[in-house]
Structures are given as C-alpha cells and as structure tokens.
C-alpha cells in the first residue's frame, strides 16, 4: 500500500466543470509535487511545493491552480480543462533536509485518472 | 539539456532468468539517479537511489550500479518472475536543478513469462 493517498482515483468532468484533486501524506514530508503523466510517457513535472511553498511551476497553464494547505495536504484545483488535459494525474512527496535539493527518494501515490469530455 | 535514454523500450524474459536494464543519461552533473517501477494504471513505486558519490545500491534481488564518468546506470533484477512484469523508470537529479526536479527516461516495459 502507498505511503501517499490519492483521492479521488477515477474522476470525469466537463470541460466547464471545476472540480479538485487531493493528496495526503503522513511521513513527515516537506516537498510534495505534482505531475501529469500521458499513455506510454514519463511522468512530466507540474509544480513543487516546499515548506507548504511554491517553490516550481513548470509554465502550467493557468486553469491548473495547486495549493497547499499544510504540511500533510496538497491539492490541485481544476477549471475549464480541454480534453488534451486528460491523463493520469502523480502526486509525490520527499524528505528535505534545509537544502534545496532533496537527496531523499520520491514516494508517489496513485494517481488520479482523470478524463475530459 | 539533459537527455535520459532507457533501452530497450521492450523487453520479454523466461521466469528464472537474470533482468539487465540500461539507463543512459547526457549530462553527468547529477545529484543522484532514481529508479523507479509502474505497475499499469498505478503510480511508481522507488525501487533504488543512487547518490552521485555511490557506484552501487542493492536491496534484495535489485542491484544498481551507476558510472557518472560515462552517463550510465544499470538496473539488475536477479532470478525473474511473473511478478516482475511493470515499466521501470529511471529518473536524475540534476545538479543545477533545485527541488526535486527529477528528469525520466522513457521506461522499459518488462514481461516475465511462466
């Protein structure tokens, strides 16, 4: 089972819809992050959070708006998506350690499926 | 840029047999590697992390190596099975990226035959 909690796990909405994704972690830590995943493709980079901060935001678009509520919540607030935004949605969270850099490994949660009609 | 190549794409074993996958990376200037597995529809699941400074790491069955000289990692998986069927990712971190900002490769998408 995964240390990271993602809910919810399938979600379909409208391209007018506005609706959240969230994720949970108890292990203490302070970097979380979110990323988008298409079919057969990498994991790709959204932001990243650290010390509840926003520390990355990787040029996403506008109808994406993250926030981070505590040390523990991340969420990820969807408005007027487009069906290109459909895709497997990855939090993730490491351990810092006062640098900027984590040498700590990333735990991923399951993702949330999320499709755009 | 940094580039970060995983050949092959596809690969297909008997049970039993040993698992070599390549992860190849441009830009040596790397704080550590990462590997990870997906199972499909699932997230990853870390399997190893390399520091820069290290040339090995195992857990298990699992065995990394990583030669930063030459840009190269190899993921070892001893003694296969069927339940070793999953895409295995690689992932670096940069040194002059800051937060975590993990590079992927393209997987390896593994199957394991009974």
């Known amino acids: 089972d995964t240390e990271v909690t993602q809910t919810p796990k399938h979600l379909v909405m409208g391209m007018t819809n506005k609706k959240s994704l969230k994720c949970e972690q108890h292990?203490?830590?302070?970097?979380m992050y979110w990323y988008k995943q298409k079919a057969k493709k990498p994991p790709e980079l959204m932001f990243v959070y650290s010390y509840e901060k926003l520390s990355i935001n990787e040029s996403v678009p506008s109808r994406f708006s993250p926030e981070c509520p505590n040390s523990s919540l991340l969420n990820l607030h969807l408005h007027a998506l487009q069906p290109e935004d459909s895709a497997l949605y990855l939090c993730?969270?490491?351990?810092?350690?006062?640098?900027?850099?984590?040498?700590?490994?990333?735990?991923f949660g399951d993702g949330t499926r999320l499709s755009i009609l | 840029k940094q580039e970060v190549t995983q050949i092959p794409a596809a690969l297909s074993v008997p049970e039993g047999e040993n698992l070599v996958l390549n992860c190849s990376f441009t830009?040596?200037?790397?704080?550590?590697l990462q590997w990870f597995r997906q199972d499909p529809g699932k997230g990853l699941t870390s399997l190893l992390l390399i520091q820069s400074s290290q040339r090995e790491q195992t857990s298990g069955r699992l065995n990394a190596s990583l030669d930063k000289s030459s840009g190269r990692s190899t993921l070892y998986i001893a003694a296969s099975q069927p339940g070793d069927s999953a895409t295995y990712l690689c992932?670096?971190?940069?040194?002059?990226?800051?937060?975590?900002?993990?590079?992927f490769g393209a997987g390896t998408q593994v199957v394991v035959t009974p």
């Open positions: 292990m203490g830590h302070r970097a």
């Open positions: 992932a670096v971190l940069k040194t002059t990226d800051s937060w975590g900002k993990l590079q």
């Open positions: 830009d040596s200037a790397i704080y550590n």
């Open positions: 993730a969270s490491s351990q810092l350690q006062g640098s900027r850099r984590s040498n700590q490994p990333q735990h």
